[in-house]
């Protein structure tokens, strides 16, 4: 599992209420990503990070912020859920390997409810 | 946009068939194309991956090919078990851009016994 943890693991809340997932690595990986999964959609990106404090918009990143105060974790902010956010969260890292090459994996996911 | 287009939607194979899953995208940049699996409750798992410098990549009963002139690439599952029921994505990035994978829309695999 790349040593990839995720918080709440399952969440239900109500429009309106503001909500945070949090991703926690723990072998000091640099990249680090925010994905939902929707049924007809596979995974699209959020927000990614390329280090602490730097962050960076993915393709759906309308009503959400992150944040990444230190290496380790990576949080995802719901300012105000809506119902179109009910969704599969994945957290992913990317581990370098040799050759300038690299590999993302991902953690177990959140499932949020926003009723 | 739909990037990456996946096919097909879902896939039925005889324990013994041959799996057969086809992506095509549109970006000529990308240069990272992964193939992921996953479970019910569970993560995607990075399953086997190639890079455009090749034409095919084989690991165990998992094969990619990849057409890079066609800009398609699929997934050939050999000998499909019941174990390999799941659902199946493919992804592409750039890898001098941040890594962003964009996922095709997913393919649900059941090999019956």
């Known amino acids: 599992d790349a040593g990839i943890t995720q918080s709440p693991r399952h969440k239900v809340t109500e429009t309106g209420t503001p909500v945070t997932l949090r991703c926690h690595q723990t072998e000091n990986h640099r990249y680090m990503y925010w994905y939902r999964q929707d049924p007809g959609h596979g995974l699209r990106l959020i927000h990614y990070?390329?280090?602490?404090?730097?962050?960076d918009k993915g393709e759906v990143s309308d009503g959400y912020s992150v944040s990444r105060s230190k290496t380790e974790d990576f949080l995802l902010t719901l300012e105000s859920a809506t119902s179109s956010q009910t969704s599969v969260y994945f957290c992913?890292?990317?581990?370098?390997?040799?050759?300038?090459?690299?590999?993302?994996?991902f953690g177990p996911g959140t499932r949020l409810t926003v009723l | 946009q739909q990037q990456v287009k996946q096919s097909p939607q879902s896939l039925i194979v005889q324990k013994g068939g041959i799996s057969i899953i086809n992506c095509a995208y549109e970006n000529t940049a990308f240069d990272y194309f992964p193939w992921y699996q996953q479970f019910p409750g569970k993560g995607p798992a990075l399953l086997i991956a190639?890079?455009?410098?090749?034409s095919e990549k084989k690991e165990g009963r998992f094969t990619i090919s990849f057409n890079k002139s066609a800009k398609q690439f699929s997934l050939h599952i050999m000998d499909s078990q019941p174990g390999d029921s799941a659902t199946y994505f493919c992804?592409?990035?750039?890898?001098?851009?941040?890594?962003?994978?964009?996922f095709g829309e997913g393919t649900q695999l059941t090999v019956n016994p």
């Open positions: 190639i890079r455009p410098d090749v």
């Open positions: 992804a592409a990035s750039k890898e001098t851009s941040g890594s962003r994978l964009t």
């Open positions: 990070s390329y280090g602490v404090k730097d962050t």
């Open positions: 992913a890292i990317r581990e370098n390997l040799a050759g300038g090459q690299s590999e993302q994996f």
